[in-house]
């Protein structure tokens, strides 16, 4: 098959340009031929063919789409994209990422951003779509509901894990060394810091957890982006500032050391629409420490890879993370067990094959 990628800007950083990568690097491997359309690429992947098209509207993408048997779009405004290539008789399939919560956001700009892309998705998706794909069932129930697309007609298609990138064969000394993390017992969280992705619980259970174990350490990376939150100011008003590392940005080829790096992943956030970072930890072998809420369940098993507690109960997060920094052999079974999950269920061979499954059933009704 000719498939079609679109999406609008391909940001460095981006989980969805990772699962775009990584999706269509796997159907690559499937034989089919795959192109990736975008009005600006910040990142490019050798083998994979990116064509950055001068586009000011939706229509004028619709040129470079000839002859492509599939238009897979992944995100608005580019859903736009997809239903004026169906309207020209091009199968269309698009991929539910989903929003995170408007309340979530400190941001007015951001606020206004995620409204306008809300209204922007419910509207195009009335020109309609072929097959209809989401990451969780989480996911599938919202674009049911709020966007009242039939549940029958979306397939869940989890995301990926590059599970030779992230293994437990990984060295993570090199991370401790250069933070100075000898000897301590290493919480880490990875990823924006943004209000509704949570590292401010997990500084708020910090001193909790310092009182019970004085050797523990928190490793906080990521950049912040639109939505400002002062977490040194909270960790020093919190009096724990020797406790904490604030890594900034973290290239990426530093990451999978990073996992590797902790004796435990807490990942308080309040929205996933998947949840890529639980995955990518357990596929290191490291237990996760998260809020049970939205598509966390679907990805870190209660009581199996980590530990989940209700969404903001700093008290049971710290109870959580407690626990767990003192039972070294329930952290190895753990971190056994999520790399196991991650296996069976999150690799981006699985997710082609099941994608490939959508565009055939899309194609096959046209016939």
């Not at 009242?148 to 990138?165: F, K, S, T």
Request: glycine share 8%; aromatic share 8%; hydrophobic share 45%.
């Amino acid at each position: 098959m000719k498939i079609a990628i679109v999406r609008t800007v391909l940001h460095k950083g981006s989980g969805q340009v990772v699962h775009i990568r990584e999706l269509a690097r796997a159907l690559q491997a499937r034989g089919h031929e795959v192109t990736v359309f975008t009005t600006r690429a910040e990142e490019r992947t050798e083998g994979l063919p990116v064509v950055e098209v001068p586009a000011r509207h939706a229509r004028d993408f619709l040129a470079h789409l000839t002859g492509f048997d599939i238009v897979h779009t992944q995100y608005h405004p580019c859903l736009w994209v997809g239903g004026l290539a169906r309207r020209r008789g091009l199968p269309h399939v698009f991929t539910f990422h989903g929003f995170a919560p408007i309340r979530h956001w400190n941001s007015s700009r951001q606020r206004l951003k995620m409204i306008r892309r809300r209204v922007g998705t419910f509207l195009a998706l009335r020109l309609g779509a072929d097959g209809y794909i989401s990451v969780s069932r989480f996911l599938a129930d919202a674009l049911a509901r709020r966007y009242l697309v039939p549940r029958e007609r979306i397939q869940v298609v989890y995301n990926g894990v590059d599970l030779a990138r992230f293994s437990p064969q990984v060295d993570g000394t090199p991370i401790r060394e250069k933070y100075g993390l000898t000897g301590k017992k290493v919480v880490l969280y990875l990823g924006r810091l943004t209000k509704y992705k949570g590292a401010q619980f997990m500084l708020a259970a910090a001193p909790k957890v310092l009182e019970e174990i004085p050797e523990a350490h928190f490793l906080v990376a990521g950049s912040l982006r639109n939505d400002l939150l002062d977490l040194p100011g909270l960790a020093k008003r919190l009096g724990i500032e020797k406790h904490v590392t604030f890594t900034g940005f973290v290239p990426d080829e530093e990451v999978p050391a990073l996992y590797r790096a902790a004796d435990l992943f807490c990942y308080p956030s309040l929205w996933e629409g998947f949840g890529l970072t639980p995955a990518e930890a357990m596929a290191s072998g490291v237990p996760v420490v998260a809020f049970q809420c939205t598509a966390v369940p679907e990805v870190v098993r209660d009581g199996v890879t980590g530990l989940l507690v209700r969404p903001r109960d700093v008290p049971g997060l710290a109870a959580a993370i407690t626990e767990l920094l003192w039972d070294e052999r329930r952290r190895r079974e753990m971190g056994r067990a999520g790399r196991a999950h991650v296996e069976e269920n999150f690799r981006w061979e699985l997710a082609a094959e099941r994608t490939e499954e959508v565009y055939r059933r899309v194609l096959e009704g046209r016939r």
